[in-house]
């Protein structure tokens, strides 16, 4: 974080000229193939530096005042910007192969505004490049009335949709790292949701081959459609869980019955799965979830970190 900082001030200090490029962006979809649709207008100079003294202040703000903290794909706590390698993340390879100059847009009038998926910013100074992403809204027209600009003195209607750049930031990608403001836009901007089911996968192949729970196939297809259980899963193999609850299956069933838990076994001690309700059951002791109270001796679930 202080390489970012440090980049940020001996940027501004210098304000080099013509090393921020602007871009708006779409991902599509064809044949399970995600790739980006991306177009750079041409930036002035004056606009340039209109972007900078409105972006970069709440930026330095948030890394000033902020905790960094490890990506957590069930959520965030407030006060806190999670971190996270780019090597985690696929799409922002693909997003940068769609600036290269045989795949960019530069004819701005085959962009259709109402498509736009997020805008970026990009600054490069001192052989190094920041990234700067946000989501997209195109600014609303007025309910009533018109808009109007003068143009050599003459009165014009701007009939135009306004392509909005405001003072808030996304997602910051920087010198391998990339840093989240608002912790959903990485799955908007980035189709995290694909990383999401190949962890999920992941988990299910391990659980899988110990023959631990039967009904597998129905308790892949349930958790596969359920996103909240598919970051739990992430989350899980983040932390490698799955490795201790295995070491420890034989006392699964002693807390089942302490806790209560809707899940039987079988004759040959796998967990029995029936229906969605059970899902978070499973979950949570798979990650080790419950816990009891030294004082008062109570059994719960630990609230899972920055959990929305």
Known sequence: MEELKLFINAFKSEQPENCISVFFSR????NDISKYSTHQPSVSPQVQNDILRT?????????????IVEYNPVGVLDG??????????????????????????????SLKVD??????????????ELYLFRQFQKLKKLRSGILTRIVDNELNVIESDFLGIDEFTDIVAFDGSLYLFNHISLE????????????????L??????????NIEQFTADCCSDIRIM?????????????????????????????????EFDADGKLIYRERSQLFHIVNLLSDSYFKSLLANRTGVAMVEGEI
């Open 205 to 214: 192949g391990e659980i899988l081959s110990k023959g631990i729970l039967s």
């Open 55 to 67: 972006v970069l202040p709440n930026i330095e703000n948030q890394l000033a005042s902020y905790q």
């Open 27 to 30: 991902r599509i979809t064809s």
């Open 188 to 203: 908007r901007i980035f189709n995290y949701r694909d990383e999401f089911l190949r962890k999920t996968h992941e988990a």
């Open 231 to 263: 970051k739990r899963f992430t989350s899980i193999m983040t932390k490698e869980c799955l490795p201790m609850f295995f070491d420890n299956y034989d006392r699964v069933p002693e807390i089942v019955n302490e806790l209560g838990l809707d899940i």
């Open 80 to 109: 806190s910007l999670e971190k996270l390698s780019l090597t985690e993340i696929p799409m922002f390879d693909s997003f940068k192969e769609s600036l290269r100059p045989e795949n960019l847009f530069r004819d701005m009038s």
């Open 115 to 128: 498509k736009i998926g997020f805008y970026c910013i990009r600054i490069i100074y001192n052989r190094k």
